[in-house]
């Protein structure tokens, strides 16, 4: 199994300033993906980060907003650009395990308000 | 319509009942996900299925891939499995997850 930490937790945030999210897993992964909950939706993937890599992002999800670090094989970070109030979601980075190659493990998530 | 439908959307029930969710799904899997997702936001993996039944502690997981179907139960419940339970799938060969809109349980003490 992996265990993924997020940093922040939480975190409130003014309208028109950038956060930047961080995920480490305890072991080597070749894929990572990070998505975002809405109030009261379901999660939505917002990219896969593979190592060395540029991220591939879903439809409505564009780098400039969401611009995405891999630097190494444990590591990722999510930034959330000029923020609106719309941002206000929770975060989550997951990570496939590499013996099925299914995506299985999940963050504790990162919860933004955006004021 | 979803690709993943659950259902109850909500429930609540007495401490100490059998809890039944249930997940529909429309498309080919290659597995199907169990998770927990607590208040505060974290997601706990509590199955992967691809074919049968899984148990762990008081969870059970079944799937019928002919019926495109996948129950979680929770035998004797209790307070601190009040959470919301998401369906996912894995579609064939997609490493993507498509998720259901989550089931509220409320376990009443």
């Known amino acids: 199994s992996a265990v993924i930490s997020q940093k922040p937790s939480r975190d409130i945030c003014q309208r028109g300033t950038s956060l930047t999210i961080q995920c480490q897993v305890d072991s080597q992964v070749t894929m990572m993906f990070w998505y975002r909950q809405q109030p009261g939706q379901s999660l939505t993937l917002i990219a896969t980060?593979?190592?060395?890599?540029?991220?591939?992002?879903e439809s409505g999800f564009v780098i400039d907003k969401f611009p995405i670090s891999r630097p190494n094989l444990t590591f990722s970070t999510l930034t959330v650009s000029n923020m609106s109030p719309e941002d206000s979601s929770i975060y989550l980075c997951?990570?496939?395990?590499?013996?099925?190659?299914?995506?299985?493990?999940f963050g504790p998530g990162t919860r933004l308000t955006v004021t | 319509k979803n690709e993943v439908e659950q259902s109850p959307q909500n429930l609540t029930a007495q401490e100490g009942e059998f809890i039944t969710i249930n997940c529909s799904y429309s498309v080919g899997i290659s597995a199907l996900h169990w998770l927990q997702q607590h208040p505060g936001g974290g997601i706990v993996s509590l199955f992967m299925l691809s074919s049968g039944k899984k148990k762990h502690g008081r969870l059970i997981a079944t799937i019928n891939i002919q019926e495109k179907h996948s129950s979680l139960h929770i035998t004797a419940s209790h307070p601190r499995d009040s959470a919301v339970y998401i369906c996912a799938v894995a579609g064939d060969g997609n490493e993507k997850l498509t998720f259901g809109t989550g089931t509220r349980l409320t376990i009443i003490p």
């Open positions: 980060a593979n190592q060395g890599s540029e991220a591939t992002y």
């Open positions: 997951s990570v496939e395990d590499l013996q099925t190659g299914i995506e299985q493990y």
